[in-house]
């Protein structure tokens, strides 16, 4: 069955960058786009950007364009999100959710449990 | 604010139906049949529900439907169950960058 595991809870001061990590198992990596979204406590969802895993190419909202990099490893099949300049509202549960590229990128199909990140001095 | 607007709080009792309205533009909505729809309990990881407006997956109860008319989508859940409270986000695929766009989600309340 498909899994996307995250890596850990992680605390970062402002100004610090931080790297959330997403394992996939139970499909061909590079078959799917990889996407992450962010949730603000008590907020809703955010779309960040994607990456194709096979060619590494990228799609960055505009909103952290110059501040978001999303990269992947294929040999163990490990999406990378790295986000830097952290300010406090950065604060939130960063996902991973992965389609097929089937589909292209217009659905989340799959999606990890979530990483909470938190700036704070 | 949410490129996609989505009522705050909609609520029913269980047997009813309920319907949750998603309006976004031509630039998205209107222009693509990619309207999706997330489940979210608290605390957890958001679900897929139904994707391309109406397809569901394989899994998802038949009590969950999708349509569009124009620049809105809507999510119809028929027989509510207590399980199905939760908080829905709908999205859509966006011309504007090849993005995608979530509306601020809606919280089901079952009576």
């Known amino acids: 069955q498909v899994q996307l595991v995250q890596s850990g809870a992680e605390v970062k001061k402002p100004g610090a960058s931080v790297k959330v990590s997403c394992k996939a198992s139970?499909?061909?990596?590079?078959?799917?786009?990889m996407h992450w979204v962010r949730q603000a406590p008590g907020q809703g969802l955010e779309w960040m950007g994607w990456i194709n895993p096979n060619s590494g190419g990228t799609n960055y909202a505009q909103k952290f364009q110059g501040r978001v990099t999303m990269t992947r490893d294929t040999s163990i099949s490990t999406a990378y999100m790295e986000l830097s300049r952290l300010r406090s509202d950065d604060t939130a549960v960063y996902f991973c959710?992965?389609?097929?590229?089937?589909?292209?990128?217009?659905?989340?199909?799959?999606w990890g449990q979530g990483t909470l990140v938190t700036v704070s001095s | 604010q949410s490129a996609l607007t989505q009522p705050a709080s909609v609520s029913g009792s269980p047997g009813q139906s309920i319907t949750i309205s998603c309006t976004g533009t031509s630039s998205d909505v209107g222009g693509y049949n990619y309207v999706s729809w997330y489940q979210q309990h608290p605390g957890k990881a958001p679900k897929l529900m139904i994707y391309?407006?109406?397809n569901r997956p394989s899994g998802v109860s038949n009590r969950f439907s999708g349509s569009k008319s124009g620049n809105t989508a809507s999510l119809t859940i028929s027989g509510l169950q207590a399980e199905d409270e939760a908080d829905y986000y709908c999205s859509s695929y966006t011309s504007s960058s090849s993005s995608l766009v979530f509306g601020g989600g809606t919280k089901l309340t079952v009576l």
């Open positions: 391309e407006v109406s």
């Open positions: 959710a992965s389609v097929s590229m089937l589909r292209g990128v217009t659905s989340l199909d799959y």
């Open positions: 139970g499909y061909t990596f590079t078959g799917y786009y």
